[in-house]
């Protein structure tokens, strides 16, 4: 990720690598997963699976 063809891509596609431990990506998904429930749930929206 650290190549500027690596870089280059990943800028392409609006994405910024984050680099930490499993426990600090543990927390960043379950802090989005709080976040857009939130979302979901504020006009009433139904999840389908």
């Known amino acids: 990720m650290k190549t500027p063809d690596s870089a280059a891509r990943l800028d392409k596609m609006a994405l910024v690598p984050q680099f930490g431990s499993a426990e600090d990506f543990a927390a960043r ?3 989005e997963r709080e976040r857009r429930a939130g ?3 504020r006009p009433n929206l ?3 699976d």
């Open 29 to 31: 998904l379950k802090s």
């Open 46 to 48: 139904k999840v389908e």
């Open 39 to 41: 979302i979901i749930k």
